[in-house]
């Protein structure tokens, strides 16, 4: 504002000539103020032109009272250098080699720590470069080649707050202003921020730092230009509604270098913003018929300020005679302290130290009894450092705008004192105060009529729901501190809904008009409003009243939607969790605490219940045992009386295949049975049966399998009935016995897979038939025999064998053909011999018939035929017919002739 004048001194921190060196930020202020003991870093800048950087020696210079050098690291734009130090207190000397280098133009090579030390002042630090070289086989030396300064300084001051902290400045425009922090959006400025947005925001980042300083600066320095640059222009043409409020820092309505000073020394800690001040004035409508002041201030990081007065002026419009200042004089400040003397006298009016609310909120009351127009309000802070220390930069006035015309012709001034310092407030001319109000009604002529006053404004009031009607269940009684007709009172009831309440308008009390019913409306909420008698101005206050209806303990519990049966499976665990029995109980409190009670349960001993409701398993159910318990549950309150209810639950066990089928035929675990080779086929040979003691036809269901030993599929096990009969012919020959295994199961869909299923054993004997006449070795026999050969000389044997299975032995007879018994055979070996001489002229062949039998108990025999021919020999002579043969023979017979026959006769036969 116009409370104070001011000189800048711009520095323009341009970028560094080619061969000269830099400190400092390249854009904005190249170093800001600091505090005492703060850590900062300090960016080195050399610009070599067209040539890279290949070895450089420099020195930095400085006090070292004011700062501390702290450490170097080569900057991430140099990249390979290597840094070598030597600090001797007061200079520390930097010798940077990178030889291969590649980087050209303003190059960042190092970033210097600093501390500032204890003592506060202005610090100078001065740059000297002694060898600054470029890289390549014939380095060339920058500096002479380019015949420019060696040497940079930069300045800046050390404070401990109670100062201003003086910066150079740099002229450069907001869009080259470098923030550190992370905004609030991608691009500035941010048209939304995700909180309130900060005051002083100039840069439009939802934050307030030095970047919004620097923008303030750039928007200065481009005002110098009228914004005809084409940094100028682009700001003007970017620049929001929000950023030109932001721009007028000490809100004077001017945006000057005073903003600028009032932010930074805000940026420093040293001042706060000033945001939202209401004034009001004195008004019927305002019970206490005071002047209200409040305003709010606010620090850089957004929080309530500490360390921190407001001063408020109050100036009033220019009176010769004074009597607005008598008028002044006779107000009574019930918040905040008038401070006698502070202000000129000049000016009538005065300054009134605020109070402290909380959250950086100051006010002042006031029984004001100046009723003109145009009276002016100003602020006037001051802040002090944890010492209690202040100072003129520590001070702010907040007054209006410092262009003419003024509402007050003559000059401001104001003192004020802190912890015994005084701060001195003056403008060299006319001001205008910061706001202006007109106050058209003294406190005197307010009206003194009080409102009444109830001692809460909420009443929370307990009603038993069986309370009677016409009963009165509250009194609704409001003070009021007037008298007569001013403090007499009328109450009535405001609701939005039918309520069973009425109030007595002379008495307040609160009578009940129907039943309440606790199950049906819990609670009543309406305002009770208590107005006095006033005539000309009535004033009435009120209070909300709660109703809230008691329980009684006048409805049973009841038992929510339970089914009358449940089913569980009989293989779940002990504990096993069946349902939770739900009830319900309209009543609220101890009258709707429930707990449920297993009256009985048939039978016992396998379901339980929990006062919770959770009906369980208490051990492992087995549905071949039991198939279903009978619950009958019963669920109190826990009221007075007692309220109960009752329900059954059927719980039905469910079968699981937990039993295989056990064998009955045959009982153990095998059985032998035999049969003939002759049995026809469909036999039936055995019978196997076996039981499930499951319940559940699926599960109880027996099917039975041939498993093993059923070779060339003989016979056939009906799966149902288990019964075994023979599929095809049995041929003792060929296989004597056969052992089968047969299994006994359930259905292929419910056969239990955690259990092994029965398996029994059935050895099927086969018996033999004898179905076989014995075969003899060939077909028929012969021999021949001399009937010279002695008795026993013929020796010939028959042979036949029986393919029965049993082998049964031969008896060998002779049935036919040797009438004379001639030939004897061996019963046992078939052997034939000649019992008898032979004659051959008696007979001379033998077709005798040999019969072989078994001998079994259903003999069969076979017949073969044995030829025996007898062979002479040469045992009788020759004898002729007659002894002497005579006859005659014609001379002339012919050759050839016959002439005689004799006749011998040999009784042998053959050649014999």
Sequence with gaps: GSAATARYQFACNLEPGVGDVDLGNRTGVPVVGRLIGEQFVLPMYVNTGARSLGDMQACVLFSPSLIRFLSATPAAAWPGATLSLQDSGSQVCLTANNPTSRVTGVIHIVDLVVS?????????????????????????????????????????????????????????????????RAAACSVLPC????????PGDTDGSCEFDGGDVTYLLGYLTESLFNFQLPTGQTLASKLTAYQRSALDADGNTLVNTGD???????????????????????????????????????SANGSSPDNTELFVDISLPFDPTFSQQQKFDRSVFIRGSLLKSAKSIAVEGGVVQASRYSDGVFGVEAQFEVNVSDIGVSFLQVTYDGNNRTGPARSVAFLGSSASPFSHQLA??????????????????????????????????????????????????????????????????????????????????????????????????????????????VSYMFTVVARDFSINNPLSTSATIVINVVDVN?????????????????NVPAGHLLLTVNATDADTGTNSNLSFVLVSAVPRGWIALNSSGAVY???????????SVLLQIAVQDAGVPVQTANASLSVIILDVNDNVPVFTAPAGNSAAIATSEKTPLGQVLYVFNATDNDQSTNFSTVVFELVAGNENATFQLSPESGVLTLAKSLDFENQTMFNISVRATNP??????????????????????????????????????????????????????????TRAAILYEIVSGDPSSTFSIDNTTGVVTNAKLLDYETVRQYSITVRATEMSALP?????????????????????????????????????????????????????
């Design 617 to 627: 398993t208490t051990k492992q159910l087995d549905r071949e045992a039991i198939s």
């Design 554 to 570: 006048d409805n049973p519990p009841i038992i929510n939607a339970l089914p009358a049966s449940v089913s569980v499976a009989e």
């Design 748 to 805: 292929a869909p419910f056969s239990p897979t955690s259990l092994k299923a029965e398996t029994r054993s059935l050895l099927v004997i086969v018996t033999d038939v004898n179905e076989h006449r014995p075969v003899f070795s060939q077909p028929s026999y012969s021999v021949s025999l001399s009937e010279a050969a002695g008795v026993g000389n013929l020796t010939l044997r028959v042979f036949a064998s029986d393919s029965d299975g």
């Design 116 to 180: 500032t030390l204890t003592a506060v002042g202005q610090v100078d630090i001065n740059v000297r470069i002694n060898r600054l070289f470029s890289t390549g086989a014939s380095p060339v030396e920058l500096t002479s080649a380019f015949s420019v300064s060696k040497a940079a300084k930069v300045s800046f001051l050390i404070s401990d707050g109670s100062g201003r902290t003086k910066r150079d400045l740099s002229v450069r425009s907001p869009s080259h202003a470098r923030h550190t």
């Design 260 to 298: 600028l000073y009032f932010a930074q020394r805000v940026n420093l800690r040293l001042l706060n913003f000033l945001t939202s001040p209401v004034i009001v004035p004195v008004q019927n409508v305002q019970a206490s018929c005071l002047l209200l002041i409040n305003a709010t201030l606010q």
């Design 191 to 198: 048209d939304v921020c995700p909180s309130a947005r900060p």
């Design 860 to 912: 069969l025999s076979r017949d073969v035929t044995l030829t025996i021919t007898v062979l002479p020999v040469n045992e009788a002579k020759p004898t002729f017919s007659q002894r002497v043969y005579a006859s005659s023979i014609s001379e002339n017979t012919t050759i050839g002739t016959s002439v005689l026959e004799v006749y011998a006769n040999d009784t042998d036969s053959g050649v014999h």
């Design 412 to 521: 401001f001034g104001a003192d004020v004192s802190v912890f015994s310092q005084r701060i001195s407030f003056a403008t060299n001319a006319g001001f205008n105060s910061f706001k202006t109000i007109n106050n058209t009604l003294k406190s005197s002529d307010c009206s003194i009529n009080t409102r009444p006053e109830f001692n809460s404004t909420l009443y929370s009031v307990p009603v038993l729901e069986d309370a009677l009607v016409g009963a009165t269940v509250f009194f609704a009684t409001a003070v009021d501190r007037d008298t007569g007709t001013n403090a007499q009172l009328s109450y009535s009831i405001l609701s939005n809904q039918t309520i069973p309440f009425n109030i007595a308008a002379s008495s307040g009390a609160i009578t009940l008009t129907s039943s309440l019913d606790r199950e049906g409306e």
